[in-house]
């Protein structure tokens, strides 16, 4: 049976991952979304620096401060999990390493950032 596609149609859309393109723009997009983020948790501990642990804890309260940690913590360990990724893909070539290297990856971010929310939002709620 011949194939009607034109070579351009058979390569159409196909990658190496078959999303590369979709990767790279997310990690651009996280990167650019943490420099106000890197920013304000940068200015926030150099003010609080020397203070206490009620003074500290007074300030994770604020309902604003409490939101921009959270979405600080969220978006860097993403971020940070995309460019393992990348590092994984582009070094281990190993097929069943490269899988269990990605998953122990997912699950240590899943795991760090689950920790740190809850902890804010302990904080946050008098907990």
């Known amino acids: ?5 034109t070579p351009l149609a058979k390569v ?3 990658g190496s991952a078959k999303e590369g393109t979709h990767h790279w723009w997310v990690q651009r997009v996280t990167a650019v979304a ?3 983020l890197v920013i304000f948790m940068v200015v926030s501990f150099v003010g609080n620096a020397g ?3 009620a003074e500290w804890v007074a300030w994770l309260k604020q309902p604003l401060v409490s939101v921009l940690v959270i979405l600080f913590v969220a978006n860097f360990v993403y971020h940070m999990r995309l460019g393992l990724q990348v ?3 582009d070094y281990v070539h190993d097929k069943g390493t490269k899988i269990a290297t990605m998953l122990m990856i997912t699950f240590a971010c899943v ?3 689950a920790l740190s929310i809850f902890s804010v939002l302990r904080i946050a709620f008098g907990g």
């Open 87 to 89: 590092i994984v893909e």
């Open 12 to 14: 159409h859309g196909l």
């Open 51 to 53: 203070k206490g642990h």
């Open 111 to 113: 795991l760090i950032a």
């Open 34 to 36: 943490n420099i106000p």
């Open 1 to 5: 049976m011949t194939d009607m596609k």
